[in-house]
C-alpha cells in the first residue's frame, strides 16, 4: 500500500501551481526527475516525448512570445518551465527500445498518422509522467496550454 503522504504528495495535493519560490532548480534535479519519468510505460515502449528546460531569462524571453498574456508572469517567474514536446523520428529508436517487434520501425515509416497519434499521445503520456516525478522530487508544477503551438515549434525546433 502506498503511504499516505506519497499519496498527498503525487495526488492529493498536487493542485496546479500559481507562484514560485525564488530558488533555482539544479541540473541535478532535472535529472532526476528525468530518470523518474522515462521509466514508466508508453506505446511500445517508444518514448517519443522531448523535453526543454527553459531557465535562463533569455531563453524565456524566446518563449515569451507564444505565451497566452494570461500566462507569461506565471512563466517569467518559474525558475524553470519545461517544453514537452514530441519527436518525429521517434520510431528510429525502436529497434533498441521495443526489439520484440522487429517491424515496428516500419509500421510508422508508413503509416504517419498513426506515427503522429502514437508520438503525440504517448508523448503527453510522459509529460504527465514527467509532473509526478517532479512532485516525488519535491517540486511543484504549472501545466499551461495557453501558448502558440507553432511559435514555441518554430522557435525551439526550427528542423520539426
Not at 115 to 140: C, K, P, V
Request: charged fraction near 20%; charge should be negative; glycine fraction near 6%.
Amino acid at each position: 500500500m502506498i503511504d499516505e503522504r506519497s499519496l498527498d504528495t503525487l495526488f492529493r495535493n498536487a493542485l496546479t501551481q500559481y507562484g514560485w519560490l525564488d530558488q533555482p532548480v539544479s541540473d541535478d534535479e532535472l535529472r532526476q526527475v528525468w530518470d523518474l519519468a522515462k521509466l514508466p510505460p508508453t506505446s511500445m515502449n517508444c518514448l517519443p516525448a522531448r523535453f526543454v528546460f527553459v531557465r535562463s531569462a533569455a531563453a524565456k524571453e524566446r518563449l515569451r512570445p507564444a505565451l497566452a498574456p494570461g500566462n507569461v508572469e506565471r512563466a517569467m517567474a518559474a525558475p524553470v518551465v519545461t517544453i514537452v514536446a514530441w519527436d518525429t523520428r521517434f520510431h528510429e529508436h525502436l529497434p533498441t527500445l521495443f526489439p520484440q517487434n522487429p517491424g515496428a520501425m516500419a509500421r510508422f515509416e508508413g503509416d504517419p498518422a498513426i506515427r503522429e497519434a502514437t508520438g503525440f499521445r504517448s508523448g503527453t503520456l510522459q509529460g504527465a509522467y514527467l509532473i509526478l516525478a517532479a512532485r516525488a522530487a519535491g517540486l511543484d508544477c504549472g501545466p499551461m496550454s495557453g501558448f502558440d503551438n507553432a511559435k514555441v515549434d518554430a522557435e525551439f525546433f526550427p528542423d520539426g
